[in-house]
Nanobody, 126 residues
């Protein structure tokens, strides 16, 4: 599978953006998919995941209630709706397939089987 993320941009505090991750090569409908982000000088951070079955969503505490992950299996596309954006949300956002749950953090991570998109920059101005 190949993933292409887009939809980032510059937005003011409190604004919204929707990121998209278009997949090609195979269906992502049965794959655990997620969004991660990396801010300057910081490690890659889990943001949101949709697991087996589209009812199973998981979010980092920092984005709960503001970000919403979804996927359109007909379009083979993963989305991240980001509302009430804050300056601390500024980062490069990456989508990934075939992610795994991390029992030590309660989040998810991209392992050896994961495929990553190229990233899209989100900048939130104060």
């Amino acid at each position: 599978v190949q993933l292409q993320a887009f939809g980032g941009g510059l937005v003011q505090t409190g604004g919204s953006l929707r990121l998209s991750c278009a997949a090609s090569g195979r269906s992502i409908s049965s794959s655990p998919m997620g969004w991660f982000r990396q801010a300057p000088g910081k490690d890659n951070e889990f943001v949101a995941a949709v697991a087996w079955g589209d009812e199973n969503m998981d979010y980092a505490d920092s984005v709960k209630g503001r970000f919403f992950i979804s996927r359109d299996n007909a379009k083979n596309t993963l989305y991240l709706q980001m509302n009430n954006l804050k300056p601390e949300d500024t980062a490069i956002y990456y989508c990934a397939s075939d992610i795994s749950p991390d029992p030590t953090t309660g989040g998810w991570y991209g392992g050896k089987m994961s495929i990553w998109g190229q990233g899209t920059q989100v900048t939130v101005s104060s």
